[in-house]
């Protein structure tokens, strides 16, 4: 018996990255999984490369091999119809939805005063109005049935800002709050509302992602131009307090969300959880 046995989990950005580890990691405990991706027509943005509807399927047939239901959902976070349907989709599919995890995100890297009106809206409206959405339609379900877990991927850039990523720094530290605000309005109901802060991390085994001006970031971390992805891994880990050979896995990091949604976190509500390796520690807490 895994700690999820007879639970549903609705997943969104889950066709790869750290939705997919949080997919795997909560399949391999019992749960069976929605997952929510863009799919086949993402509003084409230059430069950014989303997951594919062959991310989505493969991601998918990896967690029925866990021997779990899965269902695939195509959905754009930042749009309300969507965002109906896709709970609709899943509570149809599941039966209900004890488990919901806002994880759709994305970045950009600018100068905060070079950031266009187009690049933070971008940014904002998948980081933070996409939480909105994704949140608005589980909850009337969730307050029916007086249960309920939600976590939302926030980021460590939520609880301290880092340089050339204002807007998605101001996005992740306002879906914290709105992750304190639905803590504090569906308490009643016995619903667990939390954020998640990771580091940056990275998938060991699966497919890299695929972001925005990824070079550039790793120059950033790196210190010097044409940074190599190896510098930056090890690069990356040395800015944690535990300063391991690079970046920790999706894996390790989707732990924190599995004990989020587990009883044994039934206390906790309101909490926005680094899973950073101390790397907020590391600047002063
Ligand atoms: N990778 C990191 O180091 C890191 C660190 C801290 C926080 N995060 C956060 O973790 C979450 C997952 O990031 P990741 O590293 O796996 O990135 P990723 O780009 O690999 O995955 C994001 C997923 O979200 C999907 N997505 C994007 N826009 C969407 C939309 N409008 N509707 C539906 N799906 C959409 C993408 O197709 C993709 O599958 C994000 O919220 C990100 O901000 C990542």
Not at 8 to 30: C, H, M, P, Q, S
Request: charged letters at 25%; one cysteine or more.
């Amino acid at each position: 018996m895994g700690e999820l046995t007879g639970k549903t989990a609705l997943i969104t950005g889950g066709a790869r990255g750290f939705g997919r580890a949080v997919a795997l990691l909560l399949a391999r405990e019992g749960a069976d999984i929605a997952l929510a991706d863009l799919g086949a027509n993402p509003t084409p943005r230059p430069g950014y490369q989303p997951a594919t509807m062959g991310d989505l399927a493969r991601t998918s047939e990896e967690v029925r091999a866990l021997g779990r239901r899965c269902i695939a959902i195509e959905a754009n976070v930042t749009r309300s119809a969507d965002c109906e349907r896709m709970a609709k989709e899943a509570i149809g599919a599941l039966g209900h939805v004890d488990i919901l995890v806002a994880n759709a995100g994305a970045a950009t890297l600018n100068s905060a005063w070079k950031i266009t009106e187009e690049e933070w809206d971008f940014v904002h409206d998948v980081n933070l109005k996409g939480v909105f959405l994704t949140t608005k339609y589980v909850i009337p379900h969730m307050i029916e049935r007086r249960a309920g877990k939600i976590v939302i991927t926030a980021s460590r850039n939520g609880l301290r800002a880092e340089r050339n990523y204002a807007h998605y720094n101001a996005a992740k530290a306002g879906a914290i709050q709105f992750a304190k605000s639905l803590a504090l309005e569906l308490g009643e109901y016995e619903i667990n509302v939390n954020a998640v802060c990771p580091t940056q991390m990275s998938d060991k085994s699966g497919p890299r992602a695929h972001t925005v001006q990824l070079g550039k970031y790793w120059d950033q971390v790196v210190g010097h131009e044409n940074a190599t992805y190896e510098e930056f891994d090890l690069a990356s880990g040395r800015d944690n307090l535990f300063e391991r050979g690079g970046q920790p896995d999706f894996k390790e990091v989707a732990e924190g969300v599995l004990w989020l949604v587990s009883d044994r976190a039934r206390l906790v509500t309101g909490l926005a959880l680094p899973m950073d390796a101390g790397w907020i520690a590391k600047r002063g807490g």
